[in-house]
């Protein structure tokens, strides 16, 4: 800190007038709880979206209202995210202060403790205050508008926009699916339409070619086809074919509904229209989930201030680390409190006042506890053991391991442990935070806590391969300020190591790192996510077979297949209709069968009806069991009908060649294939991206501005390559661009920084 700070802070006297020194402490804890909100809302955020543009394409929605839901949705991140950026800014900001000595020159001057406190505190107050509004109006009809949105969405699935092997439509009533369209999705060929009535009517239509328009009014979908084949098949009658040599038909989105109501859901009320009638149990815990909220907001310098203070010497990460893990457990808890009270198991009041009543004591020992910034105090003590069971010390090396020792060796090693700890820290934080999120479902559901356990276990693999890329790029950044404020890189450097030469020193930790993104891309996280989504969808349900609901539509080895339940181990259908086409593209025959079953990876078919198309008429032939030469397994058919947001490079290369069961757009699939090319590139990336910070001054280390440059392009990154990758997956882009577009852009501006800063 420097002297004028000192001096005014000394002439300010012990009163409560604002002075630079409140000022200075301001301004470093506002820029750094900026970086940490930035940084956790980013991630929070994009994941969400990149989750709804996958289930709004796989299930047909009108991608036209993606916009407006990602739009509605800010607040409730924001209020999501608030808690854990505001510790980060604590943390980094005391640390700060703490590295600098310039906690000593405040003591010196005449500073208290007391002093430093009263600033966070009241920046907890303002960020109380903040939060309220946000979590208090804005959520609430965000919430509303997303919700709103999203069943807009459903309603009006068909649109003027078609993918290949997609299936769009509402409901049961139409299904259009195409085998190939064009860039824009209106030419299309192959198609297959199929339309439903409540009576259980069917039309089938198949063509070559046809084209898919908006109508004048903005509101009918049309289609005109080329030469073409129907079926016709009403209850009571025999089933009729027939040709075309064309075929118009349009077909309106459903008319747009009044909206629902808000408040239906306390989650939508605002704070005033909660505090009018508290009598609902649902309302009641609502409210008082929100109040806690800002309380616990004035409690976070308390936790934080100690917690920093005790992490010196070689510990703060550990001391980010335990501080995160308290913070986010305090807030589950209130989640939990939450959701328990909505349920009428517990009494919401007396549940939130019993978490403060225990929180409460527990900081006020810590910081009383921990006053003494020198000295061997308790917190210092846990954190030091904490730390010796988590690594413990190694023996003295021999001499000739020290012989051996190499200067590339002690950056790698340095980088690696940096990086493993930033990967802990950040899966931790991310994962308490969607925990959070989604701790009301879990527990409506019924799972209990061990659901919640089960949940975050299956959440980390996902977390941890979604956010690979910022893991390293903060690892390294820390690695590197960390060696240059102890006078390691002046070492380095003086031995005439240039930067080219540091960047081969880091590169078996970069090339690790892609391979961990492999490991994980292509095995934990897609292992994870299949299992997440068969537990969601199966848990709970219950059925002789073990049905796991409803799978609707799906392709397999050039047959468009609809079926009506699926049992959970994937052997045995229900009602089943089978669309077989000829290279022509049109219908050749329908199969509807009441069930099928695998043995094996052999499927039959149990009462089924065949219905072959010749000219003008349909030969049909029943048979009580026929032999399904369908290209699937039962696990594969499991899997696809999970619906899992994340599958393996090698299942998308078996979907997208026909030889495995899928319901996804053939856009999707192939954007996961040359992703996975891309994949192991994003962590090399953030590594060349942070290697400049080796170049800072060794007596003040890397400067702010520098560190949010790095950081912040790491998120801009993360940013337009989630943007990217959305367009592929949806069809707004060709697959190839969508995956290369952003790795191959800030490659070249992170190659660019490097020589420059080397130059």
Do not use: K
């Amino acid at each position: 800190m420097s002297g004028l700070h000192a001096r005014a802070a000394r002439r300010a006297g012990p009163g409560w007038r604002v002075t630079l020194l409140d000022l200075y402490l301001a301004r470093l804890l506002a820029a750094r709880l900026a970086l940490g909100l930035g940084l956790v809302f980013t991630v929070m955020m994009l994941e969400r979206a990149l989750r709804l543009a996958t289930q709004m394409a796989a299930a047909g929605a009108h991608m036209g209202f993606l916009p407006e839901m990602i739009w509605n949705l800010v607040p409730h991140y924001v209020g999501l995210a608030l808690p854990a950026a505001f510790l980060i800014g604590l943390l980094m900001t005391v640390s700060r202060l703490e590295e600098g000595l310039e906690i000593e020159a405040m003591l010196a001057a005449g500073i208290s403790l007391r002093r430093i406190l009263t600033v966070l505190v009241t920046a907890g107050v303002v960020v109380g205050a903040a939060g309220l509004v946000v979590i208090g109006w804005l959520e609430p009809h965000g919430l509303f508008g997303y919700r709103s949105a999203r069943e807009e969405a459903l309603r009006a699935g068909w649109t003027a926009r078609a993918q290949p092997w997609a299936f769009q439509g509402r409901g049961g009533d139409i299904t259009l699916t195409a085998d190939e369209t064009d860039a824009g999705g209106h030419a299309l060929r192959g198609v297959l339409i199929v339309r439903r009535a409540a009576s259980g009517a069917e039309s089938v239509l198949t063509a070559g070619q046809a084209t898919l328009r908006l109508g004048p009014d903005g509101r009918t979908a049309a289609l005109d086809a080329g030469r073409g084949r129907f079926l016709v098949d009403l209850p009571g009658r025999t089933v009729s074919t027939g040709a075309f040599d064309s075929y118009s038909l349009s077909d309106p989105f459903p008319a747009r509904e009044a909206r629902r109501v808000r408040g239906t859901v306390a989650a939508e009320l605002t704070l005033d229209e909660l505090a009018r009638d508290l009598r609902p149990r649902d309302r009641r815990a609502e409210f008082c989930a929100r109040v806690a909220w800002v309380l616990s907001a004035v409690m976070a310098p308390f936790l934080a201030l100690p917690m920093a203070l005790a992490g010196r010497r070689g510990r703060p990460l550990l001391g980010m680390l335990v501080a995160g893990v308290l913070t986010m457990g305090f807030h589950l808890q209130l989640r939990l409190v939450q959701s328990l009270g909505a349920q009428g198991r517990i009494e919401p009041l007396n549940a939130t006042l019993g978490a403060f009543a225990v929180a409460l004591p527990l900081l006020a020992w810590l910081f009383l506890s921990n006053r003494r910034l020198l000295g061997d105090t308790p917190l210092a003590r846990f954190l030091r053991r904490l730390q010796q069971f988590l690594a413990p010390p190694r023996p003295p090396p021999t001499f000739e391991a020290r012989a051996h020792a190499t200067v590339a060796g002690y950056v790698r090693r340095s980088l690696f442990v940096s990086i493993v700890w930033v990967a802990l820290a950040m899966v931790s934080l991310l994962g308490m935070i969607d925990l959070c999120e989604r701790t009301g479902a879990i527990m409506s559901r019924g799972f209990g806590l061990p659901g919640l356990a089960r949940y975050a276990a299956l959440r980390a693999p996902i977390l941890a391969e979604q956010s690979l890329g910022l893991i390293t790029l903060i690892g390294a950044a820390a690695a590197f300020a960390r060696l240059v404020t102890g006078g390691e890189i002046t070492a380095i450097r003086s031995l005439g190591v240039s930067l080219y030469q540091m960047t081969r020193m880091v590169l078996p930790v970069g090339l690790a790192m892609a391979a961990a993104s492999i490991l994980l891309s292509e095995v934990a996280a897609p292992a994870a996510q299949l299992g997440l989504a068969r537990w969601w969808s199966a848990e709970g349900t219950q059925g002789a077979q073990g049905a796991q609901g409803t799978m609707s539509w799906f392709r397999t080895g050039g047959e468009v297949v609809n079926v009506a339940a699926l049992s959970a181990d994937g052997e045995r259908l229900g009602g089943v209709r089978i669309y077989r086409r000829g290279a022509d593209g049109l219908l050749a025959e329908r199969v509807v069968a009441r069930a099928a079953s695998a043995s094996g990876n052999t499927w039959t078919l149990e009462d089924a009806m065949t219905s072959r198309v010749e000219a003008n008429a349909a030969r049909q032939a029943w048979a009580p069991s026929a032999r399904w030469p369908a290209a699937m397994t039962p696990a594969e058919l499991s899997a696809a009908a999970a619906g899992p947001l994340q599958i393996s490079a090698r299942s998308a290369w078996r979907a997208a060649s026909g030889a495995a069961p899928t319901n996804l757009s053939r856009g999707f699939l192939v954007t996961r294939l040359n992703r996975a090319l891309t994949e192991p590139l994003v962590p090399m990336i953030m590594l060349v991206m942070a290697l400049p910070l080796a170049l800072s001054p060794a007596r003040t280390g890397p400067s702010f501005p520098r560190l949010v440059w790095v950081l912040g392009g790491g998120l801009v990154f993360v940013v337009v390559d989630g943007i990217c990758l959305a367009c592929g997956q949806t069809g707004l882009a060709p697959p190839a661009w969508a995956a290369w577009c952003a790795p191959t852009i800030f490659t070249g501006l992170a190659l660019i920084a490097l020589v420059w800063r080397e130059a």
